[in-house]
């Protein structure tokens, strides 16, 4: 960026992240100066697990409050959604769940162009949306529909989070979004230099050295679960905030984002969760890259994310694979180490092969 150039960055104002975290959600509010007219969007199992609490918590202070359960996060039920918040007229609205709710509730923030600000309060270690400005719907398709204001504040409660039946799996997932930034960032820097797009060289080597220590953190984070939800957690926020701070998706979105929206596509129904998706997109990206892709599949394997399809308990045939990394370039027109015209079916079966994420096609 050249000196007569304005870097504006929108980043959230707070960041809690605890034990009972949920309990200073009113002082939050109030310390922002926040009007207390607040609507909570929140899951059917995700209610039982903070929505309510929250609501209680926020009507024993006193403050107006309404619970909304998201069922869906396609595009025609955000819609819905964004209806009822202005039928509602909230000052807040809370993004209390997963990636859906809180991808909702941005989707809201980006509708609405009365003043609203939205609170993000994650239950998992799965994805990088919880402090991002971009919205992703369709689940699990994952179009990106565009960009809001940020969260203006982050509250995870790490008990909350600890109480998750599968929080293994989920803080794998976490470490499989992350370790995507290592490929999305050489997409970058790659776009920059074949496209002259502009590269952020600062967010890019701050983001570098934050995925170094993450990297050193996480194996032995992982003997103790509480101290993993923190760490994971640190990450999935900087990448989000730092994806403000630039306001470019590219921070934390590349080809391995785009194969794993292509994997999506191709098995709606199976149950594999975005991180893992990503882990998988990484490893063959990497390759792609002339990076070191065992690095990244000894990380992934350190804390038990699935790094092939045997891993994934054959719930994608090796063919799903296939077809995605041939098609992965479609579903973003960012320029990747795909380029424009992405794999051929035979280049997408060695990669996929080379790097052992499927051991062969079935006949
Ligand atoms: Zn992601």
């Avoid at 630039?246 to 709606?268: C, K, W």
């Avoid at 792609?288 to 994934?312: A, F, M, S, W």
Wanted: net charge negative; with cysteine; proline share 4%.
């Amino acid at each position: 960026m050249s000196g007569s150039e304005i870097l504006e960055s929108v980043v959230p104002r707070s960041i809690i992240i605890g034990k009972s975290t949920i309990h200073r959600i009113p002082d939050v509010i109030q310390s922002l100066g926040l009007k207390q007219k607040i609507m909570i969007l929140t899951g059917p199992h995700t209610r039982f697990v903070v929505g309510e609490d929250i609501f209680n918590v926020l009507t024993n202070q006193g403050m107006n409050c309404e619970i909304v359960i998201v069922e869906n996060a396609s595009l025609e039920a955000a819609k819905s959604y964004v209806d009822l918040v202005e039928q509602y007229k909230p000052n807040v609205i809370i993004g209390a769940g997963g990636g859906k709710n809180i991808d909702v509730c941005k989707y809201c923030l980006n509708q609405i162009s009365r003043k609203l600000e939205m609170i993000s309060v994650p239950t998992t270690t799965s994805h990088d949306g919880l402090a991002s400005p971009f919205i992703f719907l369709n689940d699990p398709t994952e179009k990106y529909i565009g960009e809001c204001r940020p969260p203006i504040a982050v509250i995870a409660d790490v008990e909350k989070i600890l109480s998750h039946p599968d929080l293994i799996r989920f803080i794998a997932a976490g470490v499989g979004d992350t370790v995507g930034k290592i490929t999305a960032i050489w997409d970058w820097r790659h776009a920059w230099r074949i496209k002259s797009e502009k590269f952020s060289r600062f967010v890019g080597g701050v983001l570098e050295n934050a995925e170094t220590l993450f990297q050193s953190q996480v194996s032995e984070a992982l003997i103790d679960p509480e101290h993993a939800v923190q760490v994971v957690l640190k990450a999935l926020l900087i990448a989000g905030v730092l994806m403000g701070t630039s306001n470019d998706i590219r921070v934390g979105y590349g080809s391995e984002h785009m194969f794993s929206a292509a994997l999506a596509a191709q098995t709606p129904n199976a149950d594999i969760l975005h991180g893992e998706r990503v882990a998988l997109g990484a490893i063959m990206m990497a390759k792609l890259q002339g990076q070191n892709h065992r690095k990244i599949v000894n990380i992934l394997k350190n804390v038990g994310c699935p790094t092939n399809v045997e891993d994934l308990n054959d719930k994608i045939l090796p063919e799903a694979i296939v077809t995605a990394l041939h098609t992965a370039h479609k579903t973003n027109s960012m320029y990747t180490v795909l380029g424009h015209s992405g794999l051929t079916k035979d280049a997408a079966l060695n990669i996929a092969q080379i790097t052992g994420v499927i051991s062969e096609l079935h006949k």
